[in-house]
């Protein structure tokens, strides 16, 4: 299936959000539902600045429910604490064996700023800047301890290989971390980083280290234009642009019908809101538009947002994803374990492999 | 909510309460043999988790860190290492469990009222009301070279700086209104100068459980004002009685009753079919539990040399400790070392035991030792005598150290009338019988560090 675009298999994702929830039981029925669909995964946003549980909690109580569907929480970087937060996804990697992402985000507002009460918010850029600086931190902390550091060897009585543990000493411009992490590699090597990469200054931060960009864009030919440039950047930047992915991400609203409600919309294209781009249509028309999208080059996949949580991603996964599969272009089954499998993406290897301390 | 427990005379045969703590990292804890499984991976977890439930047990306590120790220049590599973020393991946890408690060690230097208080409500929710909060404050800079706040906090800021912690987070999962809309709060302290809006409605206990170690006086008296639960050193039924009577008695100056707080101590068990078998099992992990190469630290530690060219099965080195820091932690405890070099060369020389040998012999016995029928007696004699109200079972083997203590010591307690026999309430609060808090903002008291 690979084109001249390095386009593989289509990939779709979804979002559980679900205001004003606050029990495990509605995560888990969202996160079943989409891993009954073969969805690579789910997201689940978070915000310091709205009510709203913690993310990475949740998806933590989901993991045991779940069995193949990835799980990827948002964490902000600009209040939390850059090793609070790769301790938190690495262990979501270990309790979800290996199903964990991370949407990297920022705080923007001083609002957020003044629950915490230790700095001011910043400019963008600059806040994005740091996002770059933890994501980078993460990844190191990530490899401080190469994958076989734990030996359990009686005979020499050694539980661990020191010199398969690294301090990552870094120094960023606001912070410095030490290491190395408190527990060993997570599963994935890397849990998966996703960063919505439709902003400017977010953009640079996901070519150098995201491995799924979200795009919120309206049409295909933007699509296209920002992908491009997304792989682009990304070679540029040394990586191979291949191992970032690109996923148009879309609010749904699959209403009563199978196909669209208002005549020029639905099967005519997603237009723009406040909230984003807004599909709203019948599955079977959201269906030929991911099929047509994916035709055309235009996407590795997308990201859905349910804009009536329950009942927009079960006809999303009764009524879309059934079609696609049925069309042969969408996954019956999960043939991997983990979320870097579901989206063709190789363990990374250790920065710090067969290297010194 | 039932667990109200009537105030006025114990009945006899007082409920006592259990816990399970994680096992690894800062316990001694048998790691080698076929019996020893990953301390890491979640299926350990989730195996004591399930044990401590089907043993009807309060709580399972994780631990968080500590970070690998130094050890010539080089990381220490001999302990079991490696911890997952307990937060994240709990929550997981919730999904394999129905009724007992989560608790969470989380350090209150390196964390933010905020968000700790927004992740703790939310394990609450989550669970449906089986959190709990271990709180700590680590001062040492080493932790504080993975932060932004840097590498120190005074001890002298230790308990203030936690106190102010633990009542501002309080004050935050008071915020909300009780038909759920979020209500601005505000604090100005010496540590914190926060405000905003809580993101998350009152969970179902209203304030996670918060769990503190009494060491000091400033902790006895710090944990009298804020703790539901005080995690105490074990030891002898006097010094139980001793330290249970002191905490107790400091609880009325804060309007609390006997009730309002549980003290458990930390404790090892050890059972067999015979008293002798017992203690020949306990003397078994003791053995596995010092290797000759950890035997050989122990003494490095102490000697402040590099004593490696020694034989663990051969005598204690002839000459006297000498002060390097490199090899000690920097801790300077020379003249300790000598005196303390000294007894166990006479202990070797009495006993004709090797360094390995020695050192297991002077190494912490475990708590109870004996038949289920013992220890069981013996555990309900601590609660009966005022010296408990329950114990924090620390498990040498991972995972499966504590099913025999589930299989065979928690029916002879619950025959005792000493122990439950099921569940009563749903949430953590109610299995240790403490009260629903009161809680709209209360006020904090900043001189004196607790709540007015």
């Given at each position: 299936m690979t084109s001249s675009h390095g386009r593989g298999p289509l990939h779709l994702a979804a979002a559980v959000d679900q205001p004003g929830v606050y029990d495990a039981g509605p995560y888990v029925e969202l996160?079943?539902?989409?891993?009954?669909?073969?969805?690579?995964?789910?997201?689940?946003?978070?915000?310091?600045?709205?009510?709203?549980?913690?993310?990475?909690?949740?998806?933590?109580?989901?993991?045991?429910?779940?069995?193949?569907?990835?799980?990827?929480?948002?964490?902000?970087?600009?209040?939390?604490?850059?090793?609070?937060?790769?301790?938190t996804i690495a262990t979501l990697d270990r309790v979800s064996r290996g199903r964990a992402g991370w949407?990297?985000?920022?705080?923007?507002?001083?609002?957020?700023?003044?629950?915490?009460?230790?700095?001011?918010?910043?400019?963008?850029?600059?806040?994005?800047?740091?996002?770059?600086?933890?994501?980078?931190?993460?990844?190191?902390?990530?490899?401080?301890?190469?994958?076989?550091?734990?030996?359990?060897?009686?005979?020499?009585?050694?539980?661990?290989?020191?010199?398969?543990?690294?301090?990552?000493?870094?120094?960023?411009?606001?912070?410095?971390?030490?290491?190395?992490?408190?527990?060993?590699?997570?599963?994935?090597?890397?849990?998966?980083?996703?960063?919505?990469?439709?902003?400017?200054?977010?953009?640079?931060?996901?070519v150098r280290h995201a491995d799924v960009a979200l795009v919120h864009v309206a049409s295909p030919a933007q699509a296209r234009t920002v992908r491009d440039r997304l792989r682009a950047d990304a070679a540029a930047a040394g990586r191979d642009p291949n191992s970032l992915l690109v996923l148009v991400s879309l609010l749904i609203d699959l209403g009563d019908g199978e196909h669209a409600a208002e005549p020029g919309h639905g099967g005519g294209g997603p237009r723009q809101t406040a909230q984003g781009p807004l599909y709203r249509g019948g599955p079977v028309d959201l269906a030929d538009l991911i099929a047509s999208w994916y035709k055309d080059g235009t996407a590795d996949g997308f990201h859905l947002i349910p804009v009536e949580p329950r009942r927009d991603l079960e006809r999303l996964v009764n009524g879309t994803v059934a079609l696609l599969q049925h069309r042969g272009l969408f996954r019956t089954f999960y043939p991997g374990s983990t979320l870097r499998e579901h989206l063709g993406l190789a363990r990374p290897a250790n920065q710090y492999a067969g290297g010194a301390a | 909510m039932s667990g109200h427990r009537p105030r006025g005379p114990r009945p006899l045969g007082r409920h006592c309460h259990l816990a399970a703590y994680f096992p690894g990292a800062d316990t001694p804890t048998v790691w080698t043999g076929p019996d020893a499984k990953s301390p890491i991976e979640f299926s350990s977890f989730e195996h004591l988790a399930r044990t401590a439930e089907r043993g009807l047990f309060d709580f399972f306590l994780l631990a968080e860190g500590p970070r690998p120790r130094a050890h010539q220049g080089g990381i220490h590599d001999l302990d079991a290492a490696g911890r997952p973020e307990p937060l994240t393991v709990l929550n997981a946890l919730a999904a394999v469990t129905e009724r007992l408690g989560l608790a969470v060690t989380a350090d209150a230097t390196f964390n933010e009222p905020f968000e700790l208080a927004r992740r703790l409500a939310t394990l609450d929710h989550l669970s449906g009301g089986r959190a709990a909060w271990h709180v700590v404050a680590s001062s040492d800079a080493r932790t504080g070279e993975d932060f932004r706040r840097g590498d120190y906090l005074d001890r002298a800021d230790r308990y203030p700086r936690t106190a102010e912690f633990v009542a501002t987070a309080r004050r935050l999962w008071d915020s909300w209104t009780p038909d759920e809309a979020p209500r601005p709060f505000a604090h100005r302290g010496r540590h914190f100068d926060i405000a905003g809006e809580f993101t998350v409605p009152r969970s179902p206990q209203?304030?996670?459980?918060?769990?503190?170690?009494?060491?000091?006086?400033?902790?006895?008296?710090?944990?009298?004002?804020?703790?539901?639960?005080?995690?105490?050193?074990?030891?002898?039924?006097?010094?139980?009685?001793?330290?249970?009577?002191?905490?107790?008695?400091?609880?009325?100056?804060?309007?609390?009753?006997?009730?309002?707080?549980?003290?458990?101590?930390?404790?090892?068990?050890?059972?067999?079919?015979?008293?002798?078998?017992?203690?020949?099992?306990?003397?078994?992990?003791?053995?596995?539990?010092?290797?000759?190469?950890?035997?050989?630290?122990?003494?490095?530690?102490?000697?402040?040399?590099?004593?490696?060219?020694?034989?663990?099965?051969?005598?204690?080195?002839?000459?006297?400790?000498?002060?390097?820091?490199?090899?000690?932690?920097?801790?300077?405890?020379?003249?300790?070392?000598?005196?303390?070099?000294?007894?166990?060369?006479?202990?070797?020389?009495?006993?004709?035991?090797?360094?390995?040998?020695?050192?297991?012999?002077?190494?912490?016995?475990?708590?109870?030792?004996?038949?289920?029928?013992?220890?069981?007696?013996?555990?309900?004699?601590?609660?009966?005598?005022?010296?408990?109200?329950?114990?924090?079972?620390?498990?040498?083997?991972?995972?499966?150290?504590?099913?025999?203590?589930?299989?065979?010591?928690?029916?002879?307690?619950?025959?005792?009338?000493?122990?439950?026999?099921?569940?009563?309430?749903?949430?953590?609060?109610?299995?240790?019988?403490?009260?629903?808090?009161?809680?709209?903002?209360?006020?904090?008291?900043?001189?004196?560090?607790?709540?007015?």
């Open positions: 996160a079943r539902l989409a891993e009954r669909g073969g969805l690579d995964f789910v997201t689940l946003d978070d915000t310091f600045a709205r009510p709203g549980p913690d993310a990475s909690a949740v998806l933590s109580r989901v993991a045991p429910a779940t069995h193949r569907v990835g799980l990827v929480p948002t964490l902000t970087t600009t209040h939390t604490e850059p090793f609070h937060i790769q301790a949407r990297i985000d920022v705080s923007t507002t001083e609002g957020e700023a003044r629950l915490f009460g230790r700095r001011h918010t910043a400019p963008l850029d600059a806040l994005w800047q740091e996002a770059g600086e933890v994501a980078d931190v993460a990844a190191k902390l990530w490899d401080s301890w190469e994958d076989g550091a734990v030996v359990r060897d009686a005979p020499t009585g050694r539980f661990l290989d020191r010199d398969k543990l690294h301090h990552v000493d870094f120094t960023g411009e606001a912070f410095s971390v030490r290491g190395p992490a408190l527990a060993p590699r997570p599963p994935q090597g890397h849990p998966v980083r996703v960063v919505d990469a439709t902003e400017g200054p977010a953009r640079s931060t996901a | 209203g304030h996670p459980v918060a769990i503190l170690t009494g060491g000091s006086g400033e902790g006895r008296e710090f944990a009298a004002a804020t703790a539901d639960v005080v995690l105490a050193r074990p030891g002898t039924l006097e010094a139980g009685r001793a330290l249970y009577a002191d905490v107790k008695g400091r609880l009325a100056k804060y309007g609390r009753t006997a009730d309002d707080l549980k003290i458990m101590p930390g404790v090892t068990v050890v059972l067999g079919d015979t008293a002798a078998e017992a203690q020949e099992r306990a003397a078994t992990i003791r053995r596995r539990l010092v290797s000759p190469q950890r035997a050989l630290l122990t003494l490095e530690r102490l000697w402040g040399v590099d004593l490696s060219a020694h034989d663990p099965d051969g005598p204690l080195p002839e000459f006297d400790p000498v002060a390097d820091p490199r090899l000690t932690g920097g801790r300077a405890r020379h003249g300790d070392a000598g005196a303390t070099a000294g007894k166990l060369r006479a202990l070797s020389r009495e006993k004709g035991l090797s360094i390995r040998q020695t050192v297991i012999e002077t190494s912490a016995r475990q708590s109870f030792i004996g038949t289920p029928e013992a220890v069981a007696a013996e555990l309900a004699e601590f609660v009966r005598e005022g010296a408990a109200d329950g114990f924090v079972l620390v498990p040498q083997l991972t995972p499966g150290g504590l099913d025999e203590f589930v299989d065979r010591v928690v029916p002879l307690l619950q025959e005792r009338g000493a122990f439950r026999t099921e569940y009563e309430g749903r949430t953590l609060r109610s299995h240790l019988g403490l009260p629903d808090p009161a809680g709209t903002g209360e006020p904090y008291d900043e001189r004196t560090g607790h709540l007015a």
